[in-house]
Protein backbone atom coordinates (compact mmCIF):
# COMPACT_ATOMS: atom_id res chain seq x y z
CA UNK A 1 0.00 0.00 0.00
CA UNK A 2 1.03 3.26 -0.86
CA UNK A 3 0.10 6.81 0.21
CA UNK A 4 0.03 10.02 -1.87
CA UNK A 5 -0.91 13.60 -0.50
CA UNK A 6 -3.61 14.94 -3.26
CA UNK A 7 -4.87 18.48 -2.17
CA UNK A 8 -7.59 19.92 -4.12
CA UNK A 9 -9.36 23.30 -3.79
CA UNK A 10 -12.77 23.81 -2.72
CA UNK A 11 -14.00 27.67 -3.83
CA UNK A 12 -10.42 28.92 -3.74
CA UNK A 13 -9.60 26.60 -0.81
CA UNK A 14 -7.12 23.76 -0.07
CA UNK A 15 -8.48 20.84 0.94
CA UNK A 16 -6.45 18.30 2.45
CA UNK A 17 -6.67 14.99 0.96
CA UNK A 18 -4.88 11.48 0.88
CA UNK A 19 -4.63 9.08 -2.11
CA UNK A 20 -4.17 4.89 -0.45
CA UNK A 21 -2.99 2.87 -3.31
CA UNK A 22 -3.00 -1.17 -3.18
CA UNK A 23 0.44 -2.48 -4.25
CA UNK A 24 0.54 -3.26 -7.77
CA UNK A 25 -3.06 -2.41 -8.82
CA UNK A 26 -3.45 -0.77 -12.10
CA UNK A 27 -6.13 2.00 -12.45
CA UNK A 28 -8.23 0.20 -9.28
CA UNK A 29 -11.63 1.40 -8.26
CA UNK A 30 -11.59 4.60 -6.21
CA UNK A 31 -13.62 5.11 -3.09
CA UNK A 32 -13.98 8.60 -2.02
CA UNK A 33 -14.27 9.09 2.05
CA UNK A 34 -14.77 12.07 4.13
CA UNK A 35 -16.04 12.48 8.20
CA UNK A 36 -19.70 12.98 9.52
CA UNK A 37 -20.19 15.87 11.84
CA UNK A 38 -17.06 18.11 12.89
CA UNK A 39 -14.91 15.08 12.46
CA UNK A 40 -11.74 14.66 10.78
CA UNK A 41 -10.32 11.94 8.59
CA UNK A 42 -8.37 10.97 11.06
CA UNK A 43 -10.72 9.99 13.71
CA UNK A 44 -10.91 6.05 12.46
CA UNK A 45 -11.63 6.61 8.43
CA UNK A 46 -7.98 5.18 8.24
CA UNK A 47 -9.42 2.03 9.71
CA UNK A 48 -11.78 1.55 6.74
CA UNK A 49 -9.22 2.52 4.12
CA UNK A 50 -6.47 0.06 5.33
CA UNK A 51 -9.11 -3.01 4.68
CA UNK A 52 -10.49 -1.51 1.42
CA UNK A 53 -7.05 -0.51 0.12
CA UNK A 54 -6.25 -4.64 1.16
CA UNK A 55 -9.46 -6.01 -0.79
CA UNK A 56 -8.29 -3.93 -3.83
CA UNK A 57 -9.65 -0.14 -3.86
CA UNK A 58 -7.56 2.84 -3.94
CA UNK A 59 -9.23 5.39 -1.34
CA UNK A 60 -9.37 9.44 -1.35
CA UNK A 61 -9.66 10.61 2.22
CA UNK A 62 -10.50 14.04 2.84
CA UNK A 63 -10.87 17.01 4.93
CA UNK A 64 -13.90 19.37 4.75
CA UNK A 65 -12.81 23.62 4.60
CA UNK A 66 -12.21 24.82 8.03
CA UNK A 67 -11.16 21.17 9.66
CA UNK A 68 -8.20 18.81 10.25
CA UNK A 69 -5.90 19.49 7.66
CA UNK A 70 -7.41 22.01 5.12
CA UNK A 71 -7.99 25.69 4.87
CA UNK A 72 -10.84 27.78 5.73
CA UNK A 73 -12.12 30.32 8.28
CA UNK A 74 -13.66 30.70 10.36
CA UNK A 75 -12.85 27.10 11.67
CA UNK A 76 -15.19 24.20 12.61
CA UNK A 77 -17.66 25.50 9.93
CA UNK A 78 -20.20 22.52 9.65
CA UNK A 79 -22.80 23.33 6.82
CA UNK A 80 -24.57 20.87 4.45
CA UNK A 81 -23.94 23.46 1.69
CA UNK A 82 -20.38 23.76 2.21
CA UNK A 83 -19.55 20.17 3.15
CA UNK A 84 -21.39 19.44 -0.17
CA UNK A 85 -19.49 21.82 -2.35
CA UNK A 86 -16.58 20.01 -0.79
CA UNK A 87 -17.65 16.39 -2.04
CA UNK A 88 -18.46 18.04 -5.94
CA UNK A 89 -14.65 19.08 -5.87
CA UNK A 90 -13.16 16.10 -4.30
CA UNK A 91 -15.09 14.29 -7.14
CA UNK A 92 -14.14 16.43 -9.54
CA UNK A 93 -10.21 16.02 -8.87
CA UNK A 94 -10.60 12.49 -7.99
CA UNK A 95 -11.95 11.61 -11.42
CA UNK A 96 -8.33 13.90 -13.05
CA UNK A 97 -6.27 11.22 -10.95
CA UNK A 98 -4.02 8.84 -13.36
CA UNK A 99 -3.65 6.47 -10.56
CA UNK A 100 -7.61 4.92 -10.33
CA UNK A 101 -10.01 4.06 -12.73
CA UNK A 102 -12.16 7.67 -13.32
CA UNK A 103 -15.21 5.45 -14.44
CA UNK A 104 -15.63 3.49 -11.39
CA UNK A 105 -15.76 5.98 -8.37
CA UNK A 106 -17.16 4.79 -5.33
CA UNK A 107 -19.14 7.25 -2.49
CA UNK A 108 -18.50 6.71 1.15
CA UNK A 109 -20.06 8.53 4.05
CA UNK A 110 -20.95 7.75 7.89
CA UNK A 111 -23.45 9.78 9.90
CA UNK A 112 -23.36 13.29 8.82
CA UNK A 113 -21.80 12.13 5.61
CA UNK A 114 -23.61 9.32 5.53
CA UNK A 115 -26.41 11.70 3.90
CA UNK A 116 -23.99 13.71 1.85
CA UNK A 117 -23.38 10.59 -0.29
CA UNK A 118 -26.44 10.13 -1.12
CA UNK A 119 -27.25 13.93 -2.17
CA UNK A 120 -24.31 14.09 -4.10
CA UNK A 121 -24.64 10.60 -5.91
CA UNK A 122 -28.38 12.21 -6.43
CA UNK A 123 -26.95 15.09 -8.63
CA UNK A 124 -23.93 13.71 -10.16
CA UNK A 125 -25.64 10.53 -11.25
CA UNK A 126 -22.17 8.96 -12.53
CA UNK A 127 -20.70 7.11 -9.46
CA UNK A 128 -20.43 3.20 -9.67
CA UNK A 129 -21.62 2.27 -5.90
CA UNK A 130 -22.46 4.53 -2.87
CA UNK A 131 -22.04 3.19 1.01
CA UNK A 132 -23.91 5.26 3.73
CA UNK A 133 -23.24 3.78 7.31
CA UNK A 134 -25.40 5.44 9.92
CA UNK A 135 -26.49 8.23 7.76
CA UNK A 136 -28.14 11.22 8.56
CA UNK A 137 -31.49 11.10 6.63
CA UNK A 138 -33.39 13.42 7.90
CA UNK A 139 -33.03 16.68 10.48
CA UNK A 140 -36.50 16.19 12.27
CA UNK A 141 -35.86 12.50 12.60
CA UNK A 142 -32.25 13.51 14.69
CA UNK A 143 -33.41 16.61 16.05
CA UNK A 144 -36.53 14.81 18.05
CA UNK A 145 -33.86 13.18 20.07
CA UNK A 146 -32.51 16.41 21.27
CA UNK A 147 -34.35 17.56 24.79
CA UNK A 148 -36.70 20.45 24.04
CA UNK A 149 -34.65 22.69 26.31
CA UNK A 150 -31.36 22.00 24.60
CA UNK A 151 -33.16 22.35 21.26
CA UNK A 152 -33.70 25.72 22.86
CA UNK A 153 -30.50 26.51 24.35
CA UNK A 154 -28.52 25.45 20.94
CA UNK A 155 -30.73 27.70 18.43
CA UNK A 156 -30.01 30.94 21.02
CA UNK A 157 -26.55 29.98 20.41
CA UNK A 158 -26.83 29.84 16.96
CA UNK A 159 -28.63 33.53 16.83
CA UNK A 160 -25.81 34.72 18.72
CA UNK A 161 -23.12 33.18 16.55
CA UNK A 162 -25.27 34.78 13.37
CA UNK A 163 -25.30 37.93 15.07
CA UNK A 164 -21.60 37.57 15.71
CA UNK A 165 -20.14 36.48 12.66
CA UNK A 166 -21.55 40.00 11.22
CA UNK A 167 -18.85 41.83 13.48
CA UNK A 168 -16.15 38.67 12.75
CA UNK A 169 -16.76 36.98 16.23
CA UNK A 170 -17.94 33.59 15.93
CA UNK A 171 -19.64 31.53 18.90
CA UNK A 172 -19.38 28.18 19.29
CA UNK A 173 -21.23 25.54 20.77
CA UNK A 174 -20.02 21.67 21.83
CA UNK A 175 -20.12 18.99 19.04
CA UNK A 176 -20.06 16.31 21.79
CA UNK A 177 -21.20 16.15 25.38
CA UNK A 178 -21.96 13.77 28.15
CA UNK A 179 -25.96 13.22 28.88
CA UNK A 180 -27.26 16.35 30.44
CA UNK A 181 -24.63 18.47 29.17
CA UNK A 182 -25.11 21.12 26.60
CA UNK A 183 -23.33 19.59 22.93
CA UNK A 184 -24.61 18.82 19.46
CA UNK A 185 -24.68 15.31 20.70
CA UNK A 186 -25.08 14.35 24.33
CA UNK A 187 -26.67 10.89 23.94
CA UNK A 188 -26.07 8.12 25.95
CA UNK A 189 -23.11 6.57 23.51
CA UNK A 190 -22.13 9.96 21.80
CA UNK A 191 -19.06 10.71 24.10
CA UNK A 192 -17.23 7.47 24.60
CA UNK A 193 -18.18 6.27 21.32
CA UNK A 194 -17.29 9.70 19.46
CA UNK A 195 -13.72 10.14 21.50
CA UNK A 196 -12.98 6.82 20.39
CA UNK A 197 -12.55 7.36 16.86
CA UNK A 198 -9.28 9.61 17.90
CA UNK A 199 -6.06 7.82 18.06
CA UNK A 200 -3.67 9.16 20.48
CA UNK A 201 -1.71 12.16 19.46
CA UNK A 202 -4.45 13.75 16.76
CA UNK A 203 -5.23 17.22 17.14
CA UNK A 204 -8.87 18.36 16.80
CA UNK A 205 -11.55 20.51 19.03
CA UNK A 206 -14.24 19.87 20.67
CA UNK A 207 -16.51 22.84 19.01
CA UNK A 208 -18.33 23.68 15.73
CA UNK A 209 -19.81 27.18 14.87
CA UNK A 210 -23.43 27.39 16.11
CA UNK A 211 -25.13 28.66 12.92
CA UNK A 212 -25.05 24.98 11.89
CA UNK A 213 -28.35 24.42 13.97
CA UNK A 214 -30.51 26.90 12.34
CA UNK A 215 -29.58 24.43 9.27
CA UNK A 216 -29.62 21.13 11.01
CA UNK A 217 -33.65 20.63 11.11
CA UNK A 218 -33.68 21.09 7.78
CA UNK A 219 -30.98 19.12 6.19
CA UNK A 220 -33.03 15.84 5.28
CA UNK A 221 -30.90 14.34 2.47
CA UNK A 222 -33.07 11.01 2.41
CA UNK A 223 -35.35 13.03 0.12
CA UNK A 224 -32.86 12.49 -2.73
CA UNK A 225 -33.14 8.82 -2.34
CA UNK A 226 -35.17 7.79 -5.23
CA UNK A 227 -33.11 9.94 -7.42
CA UNK A 228 -29.55 7.96 -6.80
CA UNK A 229 -29.20 5.45 -9.69
CA UNK A 230 -25.92 3.35 -8.25
CA UNK A 231 -26.50 0.53 -5.68
CA UNK A 232 -26.13 1.42 -2.14
CA UNK A 233 -25.92 0.17 0.81
CA UNK A 234 -27.11 1.51 3.61
CA UNK A 235 -26.00 0.65 7.22
CA UNK A 236 -27.79 1.66 10.36
CA UNK A 237 -27.59 0.31 13.56
CA UNK A 238 -30.53 -0.75 15.80
CA UNK A 239 -29.74 0.79 19.39
CA UNK A 240 -28.43 4.46 17.00
CA UNK A 241 -29.97 7.61 19.34
CA UNK A 242 -28.05 10.09 17.22
CA UNK A 243 -29.58 8.88 13.49
CA UNK A 244 -32.45 7.01 14.08
CA UNK A 245 -32.66 3.72 12.44
CA UNK A 246 -36.08 3.72 10.96
CA UNK A 247 -35.37 7.21 9.06
CA UNK A 248 -32.38 5.11 7.30
CA UNK A 249 -34.69 2.42 6.72
CA UNK A 250 -37.39 4.46 4.79
CA UNK A 251 -34.45 5.96 2.95
CA UNK A 252 -33.13 2.80 1.75
CA UNK A 253 -36.49 1.73 0.77
CA UNK A 254 -36.74 4.74 -1.70
CA UNK A 255 -33.30 3.35 -3.18
CA UNK A 256 -33.75 2.11 -6.80
CA UNK A 257 -30.66 -0.04 -6.37
CA UNK A 258 -30.48 -0.11 -2.34
CA UNK A 259 -30.09 -2.55 0.12
CA UNK A 260 -30.28 -1.88 4.13
CA UNK A 261 -28.40 -3.71 6.65
CA UNK A 262 -29.21 -3.56 10.47
CA UNK A 263 -26.52 -3.85 12.99
CA UNK A 264 -26.87 -4.67 16.71
CA UNK A 265 -25.18 -1.67 17.57
CA UNK A 266 -25.56 2.07 18.83
CA UNK A 267 -24.13 4.73 16.41
CA UNK A 268 -20.20 4.51 17.12
CA UNK A 269 -19.62 0.52 17.80
CA UNK A 270 -19.89 0.17 13.70
CA UNK A 271 -16.15 1.82 13.83
CA UNK A 272 -14.76 -0.25 16.43
CA UNK A 273 -14.10 -4.02 17.43
CA UNK A 274 -16.06 -6.77 16.74
CA UNK A 275 -18.65 -4.57 15.34
CA UNK A 276 -16.21 -2.97 12.77
CA UNK A 277 -15.39 -6.42 11.88
CA UNK A 278 -18.85 -6.92 10.83
CA UNK A 279 -19.93 -3.94 9.55
CA UNK A 280 -16.73 -4.08 7.43
CA UNK A 281 -17.21 -7.62 6.34
CA UNK A 282 -20.90 -6.08 4.93
CA UNK A 283 -19.32 -3.54 2.93
CA UNK A 284 -16.96 -5.48 1.20
CA UNK A 285 -18.83 -8.04 0.33
CA UNK A 286 -21.46 -5.41 -1.41
CA UNK A 287 -18.17 -3.36 -2.88
CA UNK A 288 -17.57 -7.27 -4.77
CA UNK A 289 -20.29 -8.02 -5.77
CA UNK A 290 -21.28 -4.52 -7.31
CA UNK A 291 -18.26 -2.85 -7.80
CA UNK A 292 -15.69 -5.88 -8.21
CA UNK A 293 -11.58 -5.14 -8.61
Known sequence: MSSVDSPFYSHGLRCAGTLELPARAKRPPVIVMAHGFGAIRAAGLYDFAERFVKAGYAVFLFDYRSFGDSEGEPRHWVSPRRHLQDWSAALAHVRKLPQVDSSRVILWGSSFSGGHVLQTAAEDGNVAAVIAQVPHVSGLASVAKVPLASLVKLSVAALRDVAGSLVGKPYYSRIVGRPGELAAMSTPEAWDGYMALFPEGVRWENKVLSRIFLELPLYSPGRFASRVKAPTLVVAGRQDSVTPPKAAQRAAAKLPQGEFEL???????????????????????????????
Open 263 to 293: LESNHFQPYVDEMFEKNIGLQLGFLKRKVPV
